[in-house]
Each structure stands twice: as C-alpha cells, then as structure tokens.
C-alpha cells in the first residue's frame, strides 16, 4: 500500500528513510575541503623541496643568482605553510574557498558523535602521532633507519593514527575516509615486498609524500564522487513537480 | 491502527523532514536545490513544521550575507521516530491482510 503519493504531488516512496540515508551519506563524503588541502600542502611541500635540492646544488656550482631564486622560493613557501597553518588565517580561507565550491547545493551540517573520547586520550593520541614523527624523522637523518624503510616504519603509527582519527569523526565522516591508511599500509607492505616503488633524486622526497598526500587525495576525490552519487540519487527521491504557491495539502 | 502525524504525512514535509534527519543542520539552499521548491513553497512548508514544534530555524551571517539553517528539534526526532513505526504498522498490517486474502 502507498500511503505517500497523492495526485500531482511528489513521486511515491518506497522507503522515506532512504531520503535520511542518502542525506547522511552526502554529508560524510563532501571532501573537497580535504581534497583542496592536500593540493596546496603537496604544492607548498614541492616548492620547499625543490628548490633546495636545486638551490644547494646551484650554491655548490657558485650559480649565485639561481641560489637566491631558490632561497627566495622557499622561503615564500615556508611563510605559505605558516600562513595555512594557522586556523583564523589560511584556516579560514580555505573554509570560504571550501564555502565558494559547495555554495549552488548549499551547506550541510554534521557533527562528530556526542559521545566525545575523553580529552586525555585525544591529547595522548596526538602527541603520541607527532612524537613518532619526530622520532622518525631524527632517527633517519642518523642513518639508524634506512631511508628505504623510512615509509614502511612510518606506517607503524600512521596508519593506526589515521583510523583512530576516523573513528573518533564518526559519523561525521564515512568509512571511506579508511581507504587512506589502507592504501599507506598496502605502499608500505608492498615497499618491504621488494616492489619498486621508489623515486629517484631529486624526487626522493616522494617516496613519502605520494603516500601521505597521494593517497590522501585520491580518498578525498573518491569519497567526493560518492558525495555527487548521493547528491544524485538523494535528489531523485525527493525531487518535488513545479507547484504553486502555498501547500498541497494531502487528503484522506 | 495508528493515525499517521498529519503535519510530517503531507509529501513536501516528509522530505524536508527526512532530510534534516540525516544531518544536524541544512541550510536554505541546500533544501531548496535538493526538493527543487519554490523559495515561498519552502518558507511555507517550513513555517507549518516550525510551529509544530519540529523544525528549528537558525539565522545567522556569514559576513554581510544573511544565512538560514535548518534542525530538526527533539520533539521532531521522536515525531519523525513514532511516523516511521505508525507507517511499519501500516505496512505490516497490509501484508498481512493481502496474505490472508490469498
């Protein structure tokens, strides 16, 4: 029986929760935001790290001028990092470009669950994700851990920091965003397997960045195709005819 | 058999309705583009919810630009929550009385 149609009215329902359902799922893949970070991170991370492979290199030839033009690059770089880094600053106009791409479908609002992780285990979590790093980062420039193996035992603790951040945005977020440490670990399994994954100088910085902002790209570009298939199939139930003006009512 | 709940029952405000079950918050156009209403057709539908107790409407500025948003209340939650059972009841009654006619 189809209690849900009437005359010139909106198309009939087979189940209205699907509007809820597709609604809920829309909201959780609107990645553009992340996709749109990634860029500029990947841009600013190349713009540091060319230039200062080049500009040693133009300093060791005595190629003056060339090494000033790589110097001034970088630090034009560095202040962008800064800038974006901070959340009133680049925070915020990458809210309003984030604002500018979604502004013809309008906003959605969806928040993390109400039941928050406590705030220790928060601050455990990403103190613990930046210590490794650190950690990392120092023990490879003392040669203690191979730049081969610098992704793969960056793996140990970014992948399981990329889930707990997942988990803890839910349901703000969709499994999808999971995709990303799974791809991170598959680079770092495959990388032990012997597979050649490795970019030769002056690109060897990308044998980190790929994983870390490649594949946080891509998720972020599929999970936004997912978002217009929701868009699509959410507008398909709840497309209402042209009415006139004021309500049609539904009579018994 | 249960009475379904007039208010949310009428087509156009099952669907805002439903949307805003989905999220905590959707703005204006968001409900306008995704229903493909009129802006006055949606005011209307909204103003009915809203003074039903079921639909909160949030006024604010982004800038110098006016925004509208719109949530679902608690009294709208469990409102949407008994429709859904009343429209189950519905349902199963059906099924059964098409068994019982075969």
Not at chain 1, 78 to 89: E, H, K, Q, T, Y
Not at chain 1, 116 to 140: D, H
Not at chain 2, 22 to 30: E, K, L, T, W
Not at chain 2, 33 to 55: F, W
């Amino acid at each position: 029986m189809n209690t849900l149609h009437h005359g010139d009215g909106p198309p009939p329902l087979d189940d209205p929760r699907d509007i809820s359902r597709w609604t809920q799922t829309y909201a959780q893949h609107r990645s553009l935001g992340l996709v749109v970070f990634q860029v500029v991170f990947v841009v600013l991370a190349l713009a540091i790290a060319l230039p200062s492979y080049y500009g040693a290199y133009a300093y060791r030839s005595g190629n003056l001028p060339l090494f000033w033009v790589c110097l001034g690059v970088v630090v034009l770089a560095v202040a962008g990092d800064i800038f974006l880094s901070i959340p009133a600053w680049g925070g915020k106009q990458l809210e309003r470009l984030v604002n500018r791409l979604y502004a013809k479908e309008g906003h959605v609002t969806l928040a993390m669950s109400g039941k928050r992780a406590p705030r220790a285990f928060v601050t455990l979590l990403v103190a613990g994700f930046g210590g490794c790093v650190v950690a990392s980062v120092v023990l490879g420039f003392l040669g203690l851990i191979p730049f081969a193996y610098i992704q793969p035992v960056s793996a140990l603790f970014v992948v399981p920091f990329l889930v707990a951040l997942t988990l803890l945005m839910r349901p703000a977020v969709g499994y999808l965003s999971l995709l990303w440490p799974l791809l991170y670990g598959l680079h770092a399994l495959l990388l032990l397997a012997g597979v050649p994954l490795r970019f030769a100088e002056p690109w060897g910085f990308l044998d980190i960045l790929v994983p870390i902002s490649g594949y946080g790209m891509l998720t972020g570009l599929i999970a936004h195709a997912y978002s217009r298939i929701a868009l699509y199939r959410l507008r398909r139930l709840t497309r209402v005819p042209p009415q006139p003006e004021g309500e049609v009512e539904c009579h018994d | 058999m249960t009475d379904l709940d007039r208010t949310i029952h009428e087509p156009v405000r099952l669907r805002i309705v439903a949307i805003l079950s989905g999220v905590d918050r959707a703005d204006f156009n968001f409900v306008l583009s995704t229903l493909g209403l009129s802006k006055g057709n949606l005011a209307s539908h909204v103003d009915k919810l809203e003074r039903a107790g079921y639909v909160e409407v949030h006024k604010s500025f982004n800038g110098k630009i006016p925004r509208t948003e719109y949530s679902l209340t608690a009294p709208g939650r469990a409102a949407l929550e008994q429709y859904w059972a009343a429209l189950d009841q519905i349902r199963a009654a059906s099924g059964q009385a098409t068994r019982r006619k075969r």
